[in-house]
């Protein structure tokens, strides 16, 4: 339903040229504004609501527009009181007086060309999958395995007495949070949480630390900032979500 209400708002959109009125564009921005893969966010600011998941508000301006009306459809809602101080109420006010202001008049646009028709559609289950699973990797347990598996070993590996990965990273665990929130400037509850995920995943796939502590730990701590340095400048612990 977030998603319906919010391509509910893009409908409408385009429908009644809303984001051609000038009063639209200075309240969102130009919606020719380029469209990229990636986009900065900045997760504590108010100037936008929050509905889908990553900000989503904060990627364009026909983005900024459909996820406000959709918090504005949201039934039950009280987005006065859920957003009250907040610059993003600017915003709703100004989309339930838009929406007032069509209300009960016909839309300019009725009839256009199909985008795409999926009875024309040449794609396989099989690969329409495997596309998604590629896109939205991160969010699968085994994302880390690889790299994982490049800084510790199996116990088949390791040597006799050996320490576990899930021990060394629960031992290091404050200075692994102190060390690379301080050096990306992450804030400390999404670096915690990305160390808890890897502790986790370590842990799961029975991994052993194999030699030198230290050089695995400096191994661990520059994975760890990578990730972080990807989230905070394209919201993805991946450099390019289509890789």
Request: aromatic share 14%; proline share 3%; with cysteine.
């Amino acid at each position: 339903m977030k998603l319906l209400r919010h391509e509910a708002g893009h409908a409408l959109c385009y429908a009644y040229h809303l984001n051609r009125k000038r009063s639209w564009q200075n309240i969102f921005g130009k919606p020719n504004q380029e469209y990229g893969d990636t986009y900065k966010f900045r997760p504590y600011s108010k100037s936008y609501v929050r509905h889908l998941d990553n900000y989503y508000a904060q990627f364009h301006p026909d983005e900024d527009y459909a996820e406000t009306f959709a918090v504005w459809l949201t039934p039950n809602l009280d987005w006065k009181k859920s957003y009250k101080g907040w610059q993003a109420l600017d915003k709703l006010l100004y989309v339930d007086q838009l929406m007032q202001s069509i209300q009960g008049k016909k839309p300019l646009v009725s009839t256009g060309k199909p985008f795409w028709k999926a009875s024309s559609s040449r794609l396989k289950l099989e690969s329409f999958y495997r596309k998604k699973r590629n896109l939205q990797a991160e969010q699968f347990p085994d994302f880390h395995d690889p790299n994982l598996r490049r800084i510790f070993v199996n116990k088949e590996e390791a040597a006799k007495g050996a320490q576990t990965a899930g021990k060394m990273i629960q031992k290091h665990r404050r200075m692994l949070l102190n060390t690379v929130a301080q050096w990306t400037g992450e804030k400390r509850y999404t670096t915690d949480a990305l160390i808890r995920k890897i502790h986790a995943r370590c842990q799961d796939l029975k991994l052993y630390c194999l030699g030198d502590e230290d050089k695995t730990l400096s191994q661990l701590t520059s994975y760890l900032t990578t990730l972080l340095m990807n989230y905070r400048y394209t919201g993805w612990y991946r450099g390019d979500k289509r890789k």
